[in-house]
């Protein structure tokens, strides 16, 4: 049975950062394009960004270039996502989501396979 489970949420001052983890079973993540996702109350569930399972091309949302990077070890079947200088607007519930596709993409209907998510506060 094909599995992603998020980790590494948590409360966080602004400014400051985290790691979230996106833990693959029951399938191999360099055989699928692997994205995060966040939503805040209220709003809709929106890309932040995504690695393809080649592992050569990613892409970010505007707001979070430069500030959050996507990265993967195979060996371990885990996605990362390092977020530095977090802000108060990146408080939300993120995801992670696994699509067949290769094309990197931060389309929300483009994933087949989602995570149960992982609330991350940015707060003072």
């Known amino acids: 049975q094909l599995q992603l489970v998020e980790s590494g949420g948590g409360l966080v001052q602004p400014g400051g950062s985290l790691r979230l983890s996106c833990a693959a079973s029951?399938?191999?993540?360099?055989?699928?394009?692997i994205g995060w996702f966040r939503q805040a109350p209220g709003k809709e569930r929106e890309g932040v960004s995504c690695i393809t399972k080649t592992g050569n091309s990613t892409q970010y949302k505007d707001s979070v270039k430069g500030r959050f990077t996507i990265s993967r070890d195979i060996a371990k079947n885990t996605v990362y996502r390092n977020m530095n200088n977090l802000k108060p607007e990146d408080t939300a519930v993120y995801y992670c989501?696994?699509?067949?596709?290769?094309?990197?993409?931060?389309?929300?209907?483009?994933?087949?396979?989602w995570g149960q998510g992982t609330q991350v506060t940015v707060s003072s």
């Open positions: 029951g399938f191999t993540l360099g055989s699928y394009t």
């Open positions: 989501a696994a699509r067949r596709g290769l094309i990197a993409t931060m389309t929300t209907l483009a994933y087949e396979y």
